[in-house]
């Protein structure tokens, strides 16, 4: 059964929001709090390489070797990022604990699928300012 994603359930307040840089990573981690230290950690071993003139990120998760490409968002498009809060053990709501104008989506060993889902969303973005432009 899913949830539904009604907009009462989100806590969108105007604030100095944090920014973030959005990493998608290929795995599934079912782990919901907070890591000391992990920018130290992931930012430390962060390297960008350009191959056929593309520029891949490359970083490592638990000595596996991920590839990602950056995707920046500017203009009208942001991103931001939720944070889910548990109100009665049933049902959930989110609030808004910063935006990221960047999104780097992660595969194993090589760069992501065409038919990931982030990777699907940069082409409806990429119509859409086609559609909408002057």
Known sequence: M???????RFE???????????????????YTGTVENGSQFWDSQLEKQVIDDKTQVVNYMRGRRLVGV???????????????????????????????????????ERLPEEADAVEKLMEW??????IHED
């Open 125 to 130: 973005v990429s119509v859409a300012k086609h």
């Open 70 to 108: 950056e995707h920046a968002f500017a203009g009208e498009y942001k991103v931001d990022v939720f944070e889910r809060k548990e109100d009665d053990g049933i049902e959930s709501k989110y609030q808004l604990i910063g935006q990221s104008d960047t999104i780097v989506n992660f595969g194993h």
């Open 12 to 30: 969108c307040r105007e604030q100095n929001a944090t920014q973030y840089v959005c990493n998608v990573l290929p795995v599934y981690v079912d």
């Open 2 to 8: 899913s949830k539904s994603l009604h907009p009462a």
